[in-house]
Nanobody
Framework: VQLQASGGGLVQAGESLRLSCALNGLTFDDYAIGWFRQAPGKEREGMSWIRISDGTTLYRDSVKGRFTISSDKAKTTVSLQMNSLKPEDTAVYYC???????????????????WGQGTQVTVSS
């Protein structure tokens, strides 16, 4: 199994970025892909999740309305469209895969079986 995150970069406040997570080898019956981020000196936190089987999406309050998570029809790529970026969105972004649960927004990192390598997003003011 392999998850590969890409799409990070340097943008100005107010601009947009689209992150992608390429999925390879996942065989769960019902799994979710989560996007997390870790800012310097802070703990990693979950931003957005998508249940691959039915497209159910969930968001952290701080990004709701600005970030959109989606999956392609082949279910091989999960994207995170990030609009109206703010300097506080600066972080390394990771994608992860784990079995879906209704409590996935509060699931610990140990819940997730696979993680991508991270992609840096820097938003300048």
């Amino acid at each position: 199994v392999q998850l590969q995150a890409s799409g990070g970069g340097l943008v100005q406040a107010g601009e947009s970025l689209r992150l992608s997570c390429a999925l390879n080898g996942l065989t769960f019956d019902d799994y979710a892909i989560g996007w997390f981020r870790q800012a310097p000196g802070k703990e990693r936190e979950g931003m957005s999740w998508i249940r691959i089987s039915d497209g159910t999406t969930l968001y952290r309050d701080s990004v709701k309305g600005r970030f959109t998570i989606s999956s392609d029809k082949a279910k091989t790529t999960v994207s995170l469209q990030m609009n109206s970026l703010k300097p506080e969105d600066t972080a390394v972004y990771y994608c992860s895969a784990g079995r879906y649960t209704r409590a996935i927004r509060s699931a610990p990192e140990s819940w997730y079986d696979y993680w991508g390598q991270g992609t840096q997003v820097t938003v300048s003011s």
